[in-house]
């Protein structure tokens, strides 16, 4: 039990992707201009996550390891990631057109969001001993993916909240957009640090 709650508040708080680990910081500051699309940016890296972290924990328990083959991680996981980002980007697109067009071209960028392979590589390196997957490996890399995109999607929705607040105050037109927003991120980050003293 003490595990899991580990596993919980270290992707959520204490080592966040996005603030602690600095990856993912292009749909960071691409979506969150606004809340709505933010929103739906972080459910479908929530839903990559899931699914590219289950297929990278199959494809490297059954295939890479038995095979002596593990060298190739990055690129196996890689393709399985870009897999499972045209599986989600066809059924949003089906499903919702709209949140389709309004995710633009962030949508394709999930294959490149660096925190969709990072805590897929993560699970490999914690989960993983002597070649062999621990007792329990697959419940807590699901567990760890899927927290590391609740993550991504608290840490998108407080900067999108932000965000939206600055469209109504009066700031320098040198400040505006990117500047300030790199400013707010960096004192987020600041912010987050101080939960790196915690004691689980």
């Known amino acids: 039990m003490g595990k899991i709650f580990a596993i919980i508040i270290s992707n959520l708080l204490i080592n966040n992707y ?3 680990r600095f990856m993912g910081l292009c749909p960071f500051l691409g979506v ?9 940016m972080g459910l479908a890296v929530i839903f990559v996550l899931l699914l590219s972290g289950a297929m990278t924990w199959a494809a490297y328990n059954y295939v890479l390891l038995p095979f002596r083959i593990d060298y190739m991680r990055t690129v196996v996981f890689i393709l399985v990631i870009a897999a499972s980002v045209q599986f989600i980007e066809m059924v949003i697109l089906k499903m919702s057109p709209a949140l389709y067009r309004a995710l633009g071209i962030y949508l394709p960028l999930i294959t490149t969001n660096c925190i969709v392979l990072g805590v897929t590589v993560i699970n490999t390196e914690d989960f993983f001993a002597g070649g062999k997957a621990i007792t329990g490996s697959f419940g807590y890399s699901v567990l760890q993916v899927f927290c590391a995109g609740v993550g991504f999607l608290f840490v998108l929705m407080l900067m999108s909240g932000i965000r939206e607040r600055l469209e109504l105050a009066d700031i320098p ?4 957009g990117l500047p ?3 400013i707010i991120a960096s004192i987020m980050s600041l912010a987050f640090m101080g939960f790196v003293g915690m004691r689980i």
């Not at 969150?32 to 739906?40: C, L």
């Not at 037109?173 to 505006?176: D, G, L, Q, T």
């Open 32 to 40: 969150s201009k606004q809340t709505k699309p933010a929103f739906s």
């Open 180 to 182: 300030i927003a790199f």
């Open 18 to 20: 996005i603030l602690f």
């Open 173 to 176: 037109e040198s400040m505006e």
